[in-house]
């Protein structure tokens, strides 16, 4: 009946790695370990005693020894930063307790606990080489119990029990490099003390771990450095601002905060090129021809002093008036507000031959 709970447990302590294997898929490896410390045993020495001694003999307490050394030897799969599956092997020691029988006689018992575990693991990392871990798990166990008595009454003799049992645990870890680390350890195991009761043992240790494969670094090629590509060539454009951005109506007077204007002066300023600049004004058709005509050259020119007031200089930029004779839009409004509004993109002055530098991305 016990074989058969070991099986179930230890299948579903395999079929929950499994399952979670699909979670973690950083920073697995196989490993090796082995800790050393010391062993405490949590045992019901009065119980298993008065189940050896027949009743009514009289007994009283001696003296007991339930600390000794333990040791275990292990190794895991780690299926990512925060989860591993660990199986081992342990040696819990030995415990002695000793009891006087009445009227005269001895019992002496021995008890040693040692057997195998396979437990869950889960990370919790602090940087990148301390980090804390939790362990649950079961271990299978094999108890064996020596008496020896001097009393008539009381038989010696060996019992033993193999059992099934949870056992679960802390620790700390800090990796001295990325192939060892160092692990502390405190653990609960829960075990049958070879007659008819459970008791508790728990080891305090210390081990060293070795992950195989983990002082390989990947290579990482060297990114090739991007080509090199040529500016591009410059290119020429037209630009065109409209006449209300640039001034009152009927007004040859350049308003203040002229952003498009700046822009225009900055890149004329970065560069010899080109040569020469064309300023080019137009108005709408309100108003006489010969006005209009005046008000382009007079808009073209007052573009001009802008941009030479700003730094560029002035034999480069040669201005023009074409009044009405060049319109963008025909309009037949009657009101004159709407056939003002309605005409409003052939007031403008166009600037011609202006450098644009385009960004080239790799």
């Known amino acids: 009946m016990k074989l058969k ?50 009743a009514p003999t009289a007994h009283t307490f001696t003296n007991d020894n339930t600390i000794d050394r333990g040791y275990k030897l292990y190794g895991g799969y780690q299926f990512g930063p925060h989860f591993a599956l660990e199986g081992g092997y342990f040696d819990l020691g030995e415990f002695q307790f000793n009891h006087s029988v009445l009227p005269t006689g001895t019992l002496d018992s021995n008890m040693k606990v ?9 990370y919790l990392p602090f940087t990148d080489k301390f980090s804390a871990f939790a362990r649950l ?25 193999r059992d099934v049992l949870p056992k679960a645990g802390v620790g700390l870890e800090y990796k001295f490099t990325e192939a060892w680390a160092l692990r502390a350890e405190a653990e609960r195991y829960r075990v049958s ?34 080509p090199v590509t040529p500016p591009p060539a410059p290119r020429f454009e037209k630009v065109t601002i409209g006449a209300t951005e640039l001034f009152k109506f ?33 108005t709408d058709r309100i108003g006489s ?9 007079q808009r073209a020119e007052a573009v001009k002093n802008y941009m030479v007031d700003k730094g560029v200089p002035a034999d480069r930029l040669v201005t023009e008036g074409k009044g009405e004779k060049e319109p963008i839009v025909q309009c037949n409004e009657k009101n004159r507000e709407k056939l003002i509004e309605c005409l409003q993109p052939n007031r403008r002055v166009q600037i011609d031959n202006v450098e644009v530098q385009q960004e080239v991305k790799p």
């Open 5 to 54: 709970k070991s099986t179930a447990l230890f299948g579903v302590l395999a079929l929950s790695t499994l399952s979670s294997s699909f979670t973690f898929a950083d920073d697995e490896g196989w490993y090796l370990g082995g800790n050393l410390g010391q062993s405490r045993g949590r045992i019901d020495e009065q119980t298993i005693v008065n189940d050896v001694i027949p």
């Open 193 to 226: 003390n070879g007659i008819d009761g459970k008791n508790n043992i728990d080891l305090y240790s210390v081990g060293m771990v070795y992950r195989f494969g983990a002082h390989k670094k990947p290579v990482v090629a060297k990114p090739m450095p991007a």
């Open 137 to 161: 798990g079961a271990n299978y166990a094999l108890t064996q119990d020596t008496f020896t008595s001097t009393a008539p009454n009381v038989l010696g003799g060996k019992l033993s029990d």
């Open 114 to 122: 040692r057997g195998i575990n396979l437990d869950m693991v889960g």
């Open 250 to 282: 009927d007004s040859a007077e350049v308003t203040p905060a002229q952003p498009e204007l700046e822009k225009l002066t900055t890149t004329l300023k970065s560069s010899s090129e080109p040569a020469k600049v064309n300023i080019v004004g137009h």
């Open 289 to 297: 021809e010969a006005y209009n005509q005046h008000l382009s050259e």
